[in-house]
């Protein structure tokens, strides 16, 4: 008789850091203080410690501070589960967190009231002074034609639903071109993400019972943000995948014009390193004739992290420099596939998905 195994404890996911370091150079907040309390190391040691003795109330700020990237992980030879840890961790320890970063959390558990203020900033953005512009100004609202039902589901999410509207609409020429389609459900919501990291698990939980019904009846559902991705993967119950891995494998049905010598440079977000979306962008933009692509080096985390912009903006501009300073000079345009690093950075460069880039070189 087979008997499932037991999930570790949070102490046992503690214990599976070997405090070698290595992770220390690759976590934005320990190169930017330089202080053990700022790296995963040292917050493994603090969750521990709760772990052990989860009575303890005090301020936690250097646990607040993590921007949840997940870069450690990727650097880790013991294959700690700092992510899981971490949320593990502030559902009994919540972060503090800005009004900011409370309303924000709010509204994208609330898409109809997130999409009417996200209108209305559209609307007043031309007269609010550059200080009362967080974000760049939204795409008007569009409801795509209504098509037949398909057996993929393109995940819109919360902010995105506004911010990634022509990214959408290129994934769905994109997908026409290869001979493919997809379905854009209007009763989907947030991936509950932010919420699982500000440790609100019964809201994440929530979103993510209404995304299962959603999506409940396809085969697979095609994401197009990386940081929404294992939010999904863990939750709605059928296969997700790339939008980028998915055009991948059609790749041969693509033709492309020519870009005549347009030069873009290709941010990777840190969480695309789980789903292996940074080499299939690569490879896809590679078809188009006569176009250089510069992938940026490691810089770091560009300090976007959900909803860390809100609550930390100087340490995001801080993270974001290194992140634009490499940059090519002669690059005219960025590109990156995740939402909340395309917001952040277009205060400093014109950002677009990868996809609507593609979109416009279609032969």
């Known amino acids: 008789m087979a008997f499932p195994l037991k999930s570790p404890s949070r102490a046992d996911l503690a214990r599976q850091c070997v405090k070698c370091g290595l992770c220390l150079p690759h976590c934005p907040t320990y190169v930017l203080a330089g202080m053990e309390a700022e790296s995963p190391r040292g917050r493994i040691a603090l969750m521990a410690d709760l772990a052990e003795n989860p009575a303890q109330t005090g301020d936690f700020k250097h646990l607040d501070a993590c921007l949840g990237c997940r870069r450690c992980e990727t650097a880790c030879p013991a294959d700690v589960s700092y992510e899981q840890l971490l949320v593990e961790t502030r559902a009994t320890h919540r972060p503090a967190l800005e009004r ?9 558990a609330h898409k109809s009231l997130l999409n009417g203020v996200l209108d209305l900033y559209r609307r007043v953005f031309p007269l609010l002074p ?14 795509p034609a209504a ?7 393109i995940f819109i999410g919360c902010v995105a639903d506004r911010y990634e509207q022509n990214a959408r ?12 389609d997809a379905d854009l459900p209007s009763s989907q919501g947030c991936c509950g993400q932010a919420a699982r990291h500000a440790g609100q698990t019964a809201r994440a939980a929530s979103l993510a019972a209404a995304n299962q019904s959603t999506f409940s ?6 994401v197009l943000a990386s940081g929404c991705h294992s939010a999904l993967q863990d939750s709605v119950g059928v296969p997700v995948m790339d939008a980028m891995a998915y055009l ?42 006569d176009l250089q692509v510069s992938v940026l080096p490691d810089a770091g985390c560009c300090g976007g992290a ?25 690059a005219e345009l960025l590109l990156s596939a995740n939402i909340g690093c395309r917001l952040h950075l277009s205060s400093g ?8 880039f593609m979109a416009h070189y279609l032969a």
């Open 217 to 222: 009846g396809y085969a697979q559902v095609l």
């Open 169 to 180: 609409m290129a994934f769905l020429q994109l997908l026409q071109a290869a001979g493919d």
């Open 130 to 143: 550059s200080s009362w512009r967080p974000l760049p100004r939204p795409a008007p609202a569009c409801t």
């Open 147 to 153: 098509a037949a039902r398909s057996q993929n589901a």
């Open 248 to 289: 991948a494998e059609r790749a041969e049905k693509l033709q492309f014009r020519s870009a005549q010598g347009r030069h873009v440079a290709l941010h990777i977000p840190c969480t695309a390193a789980f789903h292996d979306s940074a080499q299939v962008t690569h490879l896809l933009l590679s078809r188009i004739p």
């Open 306 to 330: 959900g909803l860390h912009q809100f609550g930390s903006p100087e340490r995001a501009a801080a993270l974001r420099a290194p992140v634009l300073a490499a940059i090519p000079e002669t």
């Open 349 to 356: 460069r014109a950002v677009q998905h990868p996809l609507e």
């Open 100 to 108: 900011r970063q409370k309303a924000a959390l709010w509204l994208m």
